[in-house]
């Protein structure tokens, strides 16, 4: 199993070898989104891209602020809507192509992009920022989340983004603010971990030890963490 090949609507789905425990699945939002929220760093309306199953989307709106959810697979739209309204949270989410966000221009103050960015090739990339450009207003932020080379060579990542990517592909429309490393907290143990790579790529998961853990024992894994504004 190629990770740049997965295919997002089957793993949402459980129809893949990874089954239902997705790394990223924590069943609750992102700590580095929540301290993002807690700095005050989400406005107006708020787009969260690429949002999965949509904890951090509810997360956000449980704060009081206006969510819009996107993704491109279908089966994590649907969970995320029974998600949300199992908390009773009113939430917009669709189904959307996020290299196009066709009818979603000039609508956005503030747009999270929770790991995203390193599941799109070179070209779908740029697409994408072109696309961010678009659907945000002037003067909007974007806090953007995606696996650094940092990342050891065994841990499933379907591309790992170089400092210069970020800064080229972000910098035409944004203006860079923050780049920094930072961690990005998975829903797995190291031995969960492990034994996913074993299974579902069928190699020596070499290197993954010198990952660190959190107080609850989970996985932490190097990312960039970037703040820009929309120019």
């Given at each position: 199993?190629?990770?740049?090949?997965v295919?997002?609507e089957?793993l949402?789905?459980?129809?893949?070898?990874m089954?239902?425990?997705?790394?990223?699945?924590?069943?609750?939002p992102?700590?580095?989104?929540?301290?993002?929220a807690?700095?005050g760093?989400?406005?107006?309306?708020?787009?969260?891209i690429?949002?999965?199953?949509?904890?951090?989307?509810?997360?956000?709106?449980?704060?009081?602020?206006?969510?819009?959810?996107?993704?491109?697979?279908?089966?994590?739209?649907?969970?995320?809507?029974?998600?949300?309204?199992?908390?009773g949270?009113?939430?917009?989410f669709?189904v959307?192509?996020?290299?196009?966000?066709e009818?979603?221009?000039?609508?956005?103050?503030?747009?999270?992009?929770?790991?995203?960015?390193?599941?799109?090739?070179?070209?779908?990339?740029?697409?994408?920022?072109?696309?961010?450009?678009?659907?945000?207003?002037?003067?909007?932020?974007?806090?953007?989340?995606?696996?650094?080379?940092?990342?050891?060579?065994?841990?499933?990542?379907?591309?790992?983004?170089?400092?210069?990517?970020?800064?080229?592909?972000?910098?035409?429309g944004w203006?860079i603010?923050l780049?920094?490393?930072?961690?990005?907290?998975?829903?797995?143990?190291?031995?969960?971990?492990?034994?996913?790579?074993r299974v579902?790529?069928?190699?020596?998961?070499?290197?993954?030890?010198?990952?660190?853990t959190?107080?609850?024992?989970?996985?932490?894994?190097?990312?960039?963490?970037?703040?820009?504004?929309?120019?």
């Amino acid at each position: 199993m190629d990770v740049q090949d997965v295919d997002f609507e089957q793993l949402y789905r459980g129809a893949t070898p990874m089954g239902r425990k997705m790394p990223w699945d924590l069943g609750a939002p992102q700590p580095a989104v929540v301290a993002l929220a807690d700095a005050g760093e989400f406005t107006g309306d708020v787009l969260d891209i690429g949002c999965g199953l949509g904890d951090n989307s509810a997360f956000l709106a449980s704060r009081g602020l206006h969510v819009t959810g996107l993704d491109g697979a279908p089966s994590a739209i649907e969970q995320a809507r029974a998600r949300a309204a199992a908390k009773g949270l009113d939430i917009e989410f669709a189904v959307a192509d996020a290299t196009k966000l066709e009818g979603y221009e000039d609508r956005f103050d503030t747009v999270l992009d929770s790991a995203l960015y390193h599941c799109l090739s070179e070209d779908q990339r740029r697409q994408y920022l072109a696309a961010l450009t678009r659907a945000a207003r002037p003067g909007a932020r974007l806090h953007l989340f995606c696996f650094s080379p940092e990342v050891p060579a065994a841990f499933p990542a379907p591309y790992l983004i170089s400092e210069a990517d970020l800064r080229e592909t972000v910098g035409r429309g944004w203006t860079i603010e923050l780049l920094e490393p930072t961690v990005y907290t998975t829903s797995m143990t190291p031995e969960e971990l492990r034994q996913s790579v074993r299974v579902v790529l069928d190699e020596d998961p070499t290197g993954l030890d010198r990952l660190g853990t959190d107080a609850d024992g989970r996985v932490l894994v190097p990312v960039w963490r970037l703040k820009a504004v929309r120019r």
